[in-house]
T-cell receptor
Framework: GAGVSQTPSNKVTEKGKYVELRCDPI?????LYWYRQSLGQGPEFLIY????????DSGLPNDRFFAVRPEGSVSTLKIQRTERGDSAVYLC?????????????FGAGSRLTVL | SQQGEEDPQALSIQEGENATMNCSYK?????LQWYRQNSGRGLVHLIL?????REKHSGRLRVTLDTSKKSSSLLITASRAADTASYFC????????????FGKGTKLTVNP
């Protein structure tokens, strides 16, 4: 696609529920990143993929968070047993090694609210 | 964790004035980037400076990098109301992971 697409744009759920957030990167971009941003803060790194594999998952806060990218394109961020503290905007970004550096193109984000 | 620390946290200026934002970081880097975020939207890449560069220009943007002080500055000249946004620095570390680590940002308001 022309840009990075994230769905849903807004998700309201109840504490304890399971949530999936989807990211469709720019076609041909091999690297895909997930960040989370709380109000008034900068994006906090969660995980990034190079192709199908997670190259760095050091930012995932705990084992309730998991992300996959089975075919090296679309990625899904999965959050189990959601907690109120998980409320944030989840940002996805992709990049192409052809740019020579990790210059990221971001999606508009998925706003998650856990009640 | 967030490596970059921008200052000031908030900056309010009049249209036509210059805006300067600073970023300090902690570890060795291979590049430093600046991004802009309008309220409620995703981030947009503005400019990248590599660790072996000291200054870079792009339109009304000027970025400097001082690796000895582990700091960078972003200067926006002749500001416009449309420049109102939050600005973040992001660092790419040497070796290993290609992740970018963002700072907390500077919220810039340009008054017409």
């Amino acid at each position: 696609g022309a840009g990075v697409s994230q769905t849903p744009s807004n998700k309201v759920t109840e504490k304890g529920k399971y949530v999936e957030l989807r990211c469709d990167p720019i076609s041909g971009h091999t690297a895909l990143y997930w960040y989370r941003q709380s109000l008034g803060q900068g994006p906090e790194f969660l995980i990034y993929f190079q192709g199908t594999g997670a190259a760095d998952d050091s930012g995932l806060p705990n084992d309730r968070f998991f992300a996959v990218r089975p075919e090296g394109s679309v990625s899904t961020l999965k959050i189990q047993r959601t907690e109120r503290g998980d409320s944030a905007v989840y940002l996805c970004a992709s990049s192409s090694p052809g740019l020579g550096a990790n210059v990221l193109t971001f999606g508009a984000g998925s706003r998650l609210t856990v009640l | 964790s967030q490596q970059g620390e921008e200052d000031p946290q908030a900056l309010s200026i009049q249209e036509g004035e210059n805006a300067t934002m600073n970023c300090s970081y902690k570890t060795s880097i291979n590049n430093l980037q600046w991004y802009r975020q309008n309220s409620g939207r995703g981030l947009v890449h503005l400019i990248l400076i590599r660790s072996n560069e000291r200054e870079k220009h792009s339109g009304r943007l000027r970025v400097t990098l001082d690796t000895s002080k582990k700091s960078s500055s972003l200067l926006i000249t002749a500001s416009r109301a449309a420049d109102t946004a939050s600005y973040f620095c992001a660092t790419g570390s040497q070796g290993g992971s290609e992740k970018l680590v963002f700072g907390k940002g500077t919220k810039l308001t340009v008054n017409p």
